[in-house]
């Protein structure tokens, strides 16, 4: 593949877009104390209070090794907490503490800026189509 080929490749430009996009959000979220997994997982427990260790992995499009890492960090932190046994099965339900729903609230204005200037560039009639056809190309390849 040449260089203009892959320059060409909308799955090259895809992945030079997501890695800006992570960027971004690292650079910012560092400054709350945070990386974007563990962003990522404070923000979907802000959503759905309870969820397991391995639903929060796919969430963040990790292994499920890798969120135990981020969730022992943030319990480390005191953004989340777990029971100490499962009350049904094996799975231990994860929710925010006070002080993690308080830096997910200070966090989130920083990611939704960079939402912002992402989708900024397109104009608002652009960003539906362009979410539709992302959600499509993800769904047909699996994801």
Same mark, same amino acid.
């Given at each position: 593949m040449t260089q203009d080929e892959l320059d060409a490749s909308v799955g090259y430009v895809l992945k030079r877009a997501q890695a800006a996009l992570r960027a *971004?959000?690292? $650079? *910012?979220?560092? #400054?709350?104390?945070?990386t974007t997994p563990q962003y990522v997982c404070l923000e979907r427990l802000g959503r759905r209070p309870g969820l397991s260790n391995a639903e929060l992995a796919r969430n963040a499009f990790v292994s499920r090794q890798s969120m135990n890492v981020v969730l022992r960090g943030l319990e480390e932190g005191g953004l989340? #907490?777990?029971? $100490?046994? *499962? *009350?049904h099965g094996r799975a231990l339900p994860v929710r925010l503490t006070a002080e993690g729903r308080e830096r997910l609230r200070r966090a989130h204005a920083d990611v939704f800026e960079i939402e912002r200037r992402m989708v900024g560039v397109l104009g608002p009639e652009r960003v539906e189509p362009l979410r539709a056809d992302l959600t499509r190309i993800a769904e047909d390849l699996g994801g």
């Open positions: *971004a959000m690292d $650079a *910012a979220l560092r #400054e709350h104390g945070l989340v #907490e777990r029971p $100490a046994q *499962a *009350a």
